[in-house]
């Protein structure tokens, strides 16, 4: 059985660094894409970064695009999403996300991912 386990997360002021990290176990495939999802409360779960097992073929949402940076260490399967110059409006609920996939990542929509860790939280206060 797949599992995905968080880490990091927490509470900061705007303009400043937190680092997620999440380690799969259990995955039963060499091709595959990872990634981290972001849910707000009263909207939407939104695609912020996502990285294809080869280290490529990277995504960035437009909102945190040369702010936001997702590496893979493929021999843990760990990823991880260092955030810098955060602002409020990345607050919430940060989840990562695995697919089985050949060739690149899916589209980065929620529906596209089977595998969900459960969640941590990023407060980015004013």
């Known amino acids: 059985q797949v599992q995905l386990m968080e880490s990091g997360g927490g509470s900061v002021q705007a303009g400043g660094s937190l680092r997620l990290s999440c380690a799969a176990s259990g995955y039963p495939s060499n091709t595959y894409c990872m990634g981290w999802f972001r849910q707000a409360p009263g909207k939407e779960r939104e695609g912020v970064a996502l990285?294809?097992?080869?280290?490529?073929?990277?995504y960035y949402a437009p909102s945190v695009e040369g702010r936001f940076t997702i590496s893979l260490d493929n021999t843990k399967l760990t990823i991880s999403l260092q955030m810098n110059n955060l602002k409020p409006e990345d607050t919430g609920t940060y989840y990562c996300?695995?697919?089985?996939?050949?060739?690149?990542?899916?589209?980065?929509?929620?529906?596209?991912?089977?595998?969900w860790g459960q969640g941590t939280q990023v407060n980015v206060s004013s």
């Open positions: 990285i294809y097992s080869n280290g490529g073929r990277i």
């Open positions: 996300a695995a697919t089985k996939v050949a060739g690149s990542c899916p589209n980065p929509w929620p529906i596209s991912f089977g595998m």
